[in-house]
């Protein structure tokens, strides 16, 4: 009878802890991109370099006519357009490998990177 009981204790652990990385929340980035000449991509108000591989929501926060925010890396091309502004929500699968964002008109100093394992 102690058995059983054991048994049907680790069952019910094994299904809370399925359920609990089930019901995890998709992870948020923020990228931002404003005038005079700025972009970022945050998460938790830190600069991202790094990321594990997986589904990520983006958050972008295009505040500038005269410049778009782009993203672009393994299986991923998203871009906001040049002479429009907003906010726009993005969600992504980022799979190994660097990913890039840069402003398309000012790419040569409006840029950054990240890596993805």
Partial sequence: MNRIV?????????LAVGASVAGAAT???LASVSDPL????TQGGKKVTHLKAGSYIIVVQDKASDH?????????NK????????????????????YKYVCDPH??????????S
């Fill in 6 to 14: 054991m048994l049907a204790v680790a069952a019910f652990a094994a």
């Fill in 27 to 29: 992870p948020k980035l």
């Fill in 38 to 41: 700025n972009i970022s991509l």
């Fill in 68 to 76: 778009n925010f782009h993203l672009t890396g393994p299986g991923v």
């Fill in 79 to 98: 871009t906001t357009d040049v002479g429009g502004k907003g906010t726009f929500t993005w969600t992504v699968t980022l799979k190994k490998g660097t």
């Fill in 107 to 116: 790419a040569s100093f409006m840029k950054g990177s990240f890596t993805v």
